[in-house]
């Protein structure tokens, strides 16, 4: 990739904050590092983008996104080869799925220059922000918000695209404790389910209150209609492992979001022989495996949290407990294989790894 192939203007910090960075205490989504980058929408046009010191923003308490939520965004993360230099993990998919999200949202696309190389110059500058021990990366954060100073109610015609990166730690620590939800719901077929809008998170902050009182750790979503089959857990796609099949729901309505971390397991499991299953899943056959003891392994991914064992799965009064997770093969061969190839250490036979 090149990295000067955008017309980026580049301001850098005098006062960088590398020196707050320890690589023992190292968070997710804690510390921001020392730049950013910005491009403004206006008139129809992309403007110049920028890479300037992470600060602020000033914005109208008018700013449109503020009051209806015209805001998407993404999520990707750069690791450290054996060699110290800067790979990005497929920062393609991350922009076609945000393209995906501002079309739905009546945003406009984000071009492939902007997005690619602006994180390509944004992580070539805070190349240093990007831990290296095993478990770590730098998460960057593309966003876009509509920014009208208008308080009716109409498509936005300007907006700002941002990207911040913030060096992480792991999302979970340990296994997640799954609460199946069928009083509310995420999304319904013509929704924006499918979509990274802001709202999809924003609307799951009750329900997910109300389960953390209860002692759970996230939710697993189920369709809107009869509650019976199941969709994608608060922050992560669901796989199940039942027998010797790995089972996740299908994308087919557009209610689930396209994981990049999910296509990526998809493929790593289908080449290793392994029967995976796309399709609709009730809540109903889980408990039906669980009591055979069929359910062997079930695990959440996303960018952020990667893949989470999932510890044990609630439906009602069912308490669906899953064996210890130092005997799951699948799950663990998955997470070894996918940090190997993000980090590196295992040819990249997919076209996955960026190089900045
Ligand atoms: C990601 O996995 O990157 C996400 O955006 C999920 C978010 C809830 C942390």
């Known amino acids: 990739m090149s990295v000067s192939a955008l017309d980026i203007r580049v301001q850098k910090t005098e006062n ?30 992309w403007h110049q983008a920028e890479i300037v010191p992470f600060d602020n923003l ?14 998407i965004f993404e999520g990707v993360k750069a690791y450290k080869d054996p060699q110290g230099n800067p790979i990005v993990f497929r920062p393609r998919d991350n922009w076609k799925r945000m393209n995906r999200s501002a079309v739905r949202m009546a945003m406009p696309e984000v071009p492939e220059e902007l997005f690619i190389d602006g994180i390509a110059r944004l992580i070539d500058i805070d190349r240093d922000w990007i831990p290296d021990q095993d478990g770590t990366s730098l998460y960057i954060r593309p966003f876009m918000i509509a920014t009208d100073e208008f308080i009716g109610v109409r ?12 060096p992480a730690g792991p999302y979970y620590s340990k296994p997640v404790s799954i609460y199946v939800q069928d009083e509310f719901v995420r999304a319904f077929p013509g929704g924006i389910g499918f979509t990274k809008a802001a709202g999809n998170y924003g609307m799951s902050m009750y329900p997910t209150q109300q389960i953390r009182k209860m002692g759970y750790d996230q939710i697993l979503w189920t369709d809107g209609f009869e509650h019976k089959y199941v969709q994608e857990i608060g922050t992560m796609n669901v796989f199940f492992v039942i027998g010797d099949k790995v089972i996740t729901p299908d994308l087919k309505q557009d209610v689930i979001l396209e994981g990049v971390t999910r296509d990526s397991v998809i493929t790593l499991l289908r080449e290793k022989g392994i029967i995976v299953e796309e399709r609709l899943i009730s809540i109903e056959e889980i408990e039906v495996a669980a009591k055979a ?19 044990t799965l609630t439906y009602h009064d069912d308490k669906m407990e899953l064996p210890p997770v130092e005997q799951w093969e699948i799950t663990n061969w998955l997470k070894e294989e996918l940090a190997n190839i993000r980090y590196g250490r295992k040819a990249d036979t997919h076209g996955w790894i960026y190089k900045v």
Request: proline share 5%.
């Open 16 to 45: 960088s904050r590398i020196s707050e960075l320890h690589p023992d205490n190292i968070h997710f989504g804690k510390q921001y590092s020392d730049h950013m980058l910005v491009a403004r929408y206006e008139d129809g046009e």
């Open 58 to 71: 000033s914005l109208s308490p008018a700013t449109t996104f503020m009051h209806y939520g015209q805001a």
């Open 155 to 166: 498509p936005a015609e300007k907006f700002l695209f941002i990207i911040i990166t913030s």
């Open 293 to 311: 003891g069929q359910l062997k392994e079930a695990f959440g991914t996303g960018t952020a949290a990667s893949i989470a064992p999932i510890s």
